[in-house]
């Protein structure tokens, strides 16, 4: 069977997740259903991730078996047309070999956590930031997320249903950039990994807001790593900021 990866964007807000789930709406679920228009029996798809609920992504990639060759424009083409109204789009798609996986063929994912900073109610970007009025330290959040790069047990920013193995990761960048935009001041950080546990960058955000306010020191994030204790970390961020803007492959699928 000719197998494809998929990069896809979708609007995380009215899915459960990426996961396919009885009967609540997930973006597994929405692309399976658009494959299933094309042909009857596609075996399940794999993606290189599970999103949670409320988050989004912009380079999310995921891998399915088709029973009859496809051009890839034309599969991208078929799928989108049945995707509609969902809000979820394939952006590019590849014939790849039988044996690449989209999960487990991965070297790095990259996600990007968008705060909107300003006191005045959020409208056109409703649902795609996390809102914070009060004024955060840029600088002072960048000297707490240094404590965070490198290779750790990251017990303190562990999920307490994680079901990786180990808590031991590698984050090899986090970084803090202030963006003025049409929308008004904006801090972006962009964190890149093998892998990450659940609810990781979403702790490592909620936890970085708390030095932006003044109510941690930087050092504070180094003591709460070393705590190895899910009570240590700060608060978790809510998921509508959060977005799964890459995956890195060996070689990239979607290069030509």
């Not at 504070?220 to 070393?226: F, K, P």
Request: aromatic share 8%.
């Amino acid at each position: 069977m000719p197998r494809y990866a998929l990069k896809v964007e979708y609007d995380g807000g009215p899915f459960s997740g990426w996961q396919w789930q009885d009967d609540v709406p997930s973006v597994q679920g929405a692309l399976e259903a658009a494959l299933a228009r094309l042909e009857p029996d596609v075996p399940r798809i794999a993606a290189a991730g599970r999103t949670d609920a409320g988050v989004h992504a912009r380079g999310q990639v995921c891998h399915c078996d088709m029973a009859k060759d496809w051009a890839p424009f034309t599969l991208m083409n078929a799928l989108n047309h049945h995707l509609k109204p969902a809000p979820v789009a394939v952006v590019a798609a590849a014939e790849v070999a039988g044996d690449w996986h989209a999960r487990f063929s991965a070297r790095e994912r990259r996600y990007l956590y968008r705060v909107l900073n300003r006191r005045a109610r959020v409208t056109l970007e409703a649902g795609q930031v996390w809102q914070v009025q009060r004024a955060l330290d840029v600088e002072a959040m960048r000297a707490g997320a240094a404590y965070l790069v490198g290779r750790h047990d990251f017990t303190t920013f562990r999920s307490s249903i994680c079901q990786a193995k180990s808590p031991v990761k590698t984050l090899d960048r986090l970084e803090v950039d202030a963006v003025e935009t049409a929308a008004g001041h904006e801090i972006r950080f962009s964190l890149c990994a093998r892998s990450f546990l659940h609810n990781q960058v979403r702790s490592f955000v909620g936890t970085l807001e708390r030095v932006g306010c003044g109510a941690w020191a930087p050092e504070d994030v180094g003591r709460a790593l070393e705590a190895r204790d899910r009570a240590a970390c700060g608060p978790v961020a809510p998921p509508q900021g959060l977005y799964l803007t890459g995956v890195g492959y060996p070689e990239d699928p979607f290069a030509e």
